[in-house]
């Protein structure tokens, strides 16, 4: 059988230096799904609409995961007021970032607890003047 490319994303890690305290971030402040952790052992799993995301601690160096997560929401501005009524510090006020035909891009950023880039991200109708 013929190689027929890479599939669906499963999984995304994203490195954290205390679980307890990321398993309350992210289920807790941000609404995530908790799936389930693992018993002694630094790692906690959450479902991000069908894709897993691993918090856990790195075994080594070599591990340590960098990635910026861009979760989708439906009305961003609603997204934006609750997490800032649940303490998560923005870097900026929702903005456009591009417009293309009949929608808009917009987005805002925030970190985690160790200091890891979160964006929310949306889609809008482009409002039509007058």
């Known amino acids: ?12 890690h994203m490195s954290v230096t205390d679980v307890d305290r990321s398993v309350a971030f992210y289920r807790d402040v941000l609404g995530i799904p908790f799936l389930f952790s693992v018993e002694g052992q ?53 903005h456009l970032v591009h417009r293309a035909g009949s929608s808009e891009l917009w987005m805002t950023f925030f970190t985690d607890p160790d200091g890891n880039n979160l964006v929310l991200m949306a889609d809008k109708p482009v409002q039509s003047a007058g």
């Open 1 to 12: 059988m013929a190689f027929q490319g890479l599939g669906a994303i499963g999984q995304i």
């Open 42 to 94: 630094p790692m906690a799993f959450f479902d991000c609409d069908g894709v897993r995301l691993y918090l856990g601690v790195p075994e080594s160096p070599e591990f340590r995961s960098n990635p910026l997560l861009y979760f989708v929401v439906h009305d961003l501005d609603e997204a934006y007021a609750t997490l800032r009524e649940r303490g998560v510090e923005f870097r900026d006020s929702p």
